[in-house]
């Protein structure tokens, strides 16, 4: 019964893992993976203890699973960061992530050293193997972090609640459920049944939650949305420099206005002489005019407007970006039209003639 329990959550998280990177989007931050992997990592090794036959293999696999112990709170505090609009300063993730990763260490000292656990056993308990553990000294350590992690979630949570108007409040209550249900699997659900890690259903919980939310933030990322609107439209693409004017990268539709450019090596000038004197010229007068105006470029049939701007990675420039518009069709149309009023200033002129012709004619 226990053992189903497990494998049951196993194969659920399983399943929550694959729709996420089925649906993931470009523009999703690395955290959300982050917390599919660790679910499901943790998950495996539920299992995995539950079938280990010896305390050794038993205390390798429960390191594993304090990997997703130690880092899912404090990745899941970042998410609801996220989900809040809040940022936080480098330094401050880096000391989170200190504070994860030294919980982690003293986890790892398990069967060398009696500073997490003092002694560890194993029991066979409905079917399925226990580890039995006398905590050490600096176990308490653990239950620190994770107080601290769930009750900064939470105050995060309320703050985005009350003072983050533009945030939905349908993500924020599910994300508050996903905490609270954690703190009840974590220190009440132990109480009701020893036997069982109800902290593997509280990560299962956690993953169908991200699932129901996390394409509904996208939607509140404009700045995300304009450039996957623009990528998927395809009518205008991207070529990133550096100072030296050596080519980075670009995008997709960059290479397919220009081919040139997808043969082309990265940190290399651009290889074809004419593009590589005609891009070098425009960025001369925009670094010395800082004034960017748009370029016509044509090809074959096509006609390009190429505009040159700074290349800013966060609040550093790091080179230039060419971003490239096709303007034929709209070019085509104003032809037309100016065709247009040619062909109609010809048939007034045409007729005002004949007007003259016949007034000319009356008089006689």
Not at 20 to 36: D, E, G, I, M, T
Not at 79 to 94: A, D, E, G, Y
Not at 136 to 150: A, D, N, T
Not at 276 to 285: A, L, P
């Amino acid at each position: 019964m226990v053992l189903s329990f497990y494998v049951v959550i196993c194969v659920l998280s399983l399943a929550c893992c694959v729709l996420f990177f089925w649906n993931k989007r470009s523009y999703y931050p690395v955290l959300y993976a982050l917390v599919y992997l660790l679910a499901l990592m943790s998950q495996v090794c539920y299992v995995l203890l539950a079938l280990s036959k010896d305390v050794r293999e038993a205390v390798i696999i429960n390191k594993g699973i304090y990997v997703g112990g130690c880092f899912f709170p404090l990745v899941g505090m970042l998410i609801v960061l996220s989900i809040c609009q809040i940022k936080v300063p480098k330094w401050v993730n880096f000391i989170l992530i200190l504070i994860a990763a030294g919980v982690y260490a003293l986890a790892f000292t398990a069967g060398y050293s009696p500073v997490f656990y003092k002694n560890v056993e194993i029991e066979e308990r409905y079917g399925v193997t226990v580890l039995i553990k006398e905590y050490g000294p600096l176990h308490s350590l653990f239950y620190v972090m994770i107080g601290l992690f769930l009750v900064a979630t939470l105050v995060v949570l309320a703050y985005g609640w009350f003072k983050k108007p533009n945030i939905s409040k349908r993500d924020l209550a599910i994300a508050a459920f996903m905490q609270i249900f954690s703190i009840f699997c974590y220190f009440i659900g132990r109480m009701v049944m020893k036997e069982i890690e109800w902290m593997a259903l509280a990560d299962l919980v956690d993953e169908i939650g991200f699932l129901l939310i996390m394409n509904h933030i996208g939607l509140y990322q404009v700045d995300d949305l304009v450039i996957s609107s623009i990528q998927n439209e395809g009518k205008v693409g991207y070529i990133a420099m550096d100072f030296k004017k050596r080519y980075l990268s670009a995008t997709d539709t960059a290479k397919r206005f220009i081919p040139e450019i997808f043969r082309n090596h990265a940190d290399r000038e651009i290889e074809n002489d004419e593009l590589r004197e005609m891009f070098n010229r425009w960025i001369d007068q925009y670094s010395v005019e800082k004034l960017s105006i748009d370029h016509t470029y044509h090809r074959d049939k096509s006609i390009y407007l190429i505009h040159v701007q700074d290349l800013y990675d966060g609040n550093q420039k790091h080179g230039y970006l060419l971003e490239i518009t096709d303007d034929t069709e709209h070019l085509e149309r104003m032809e037309d039209i100016e065709r247009y009023n040619m062909n109609l200033n010809r048939e007034l002129m045409e007729k005002a003639k004949k007007i003259k012709e016949l007034e000319s004619q009356k008089e006689s």
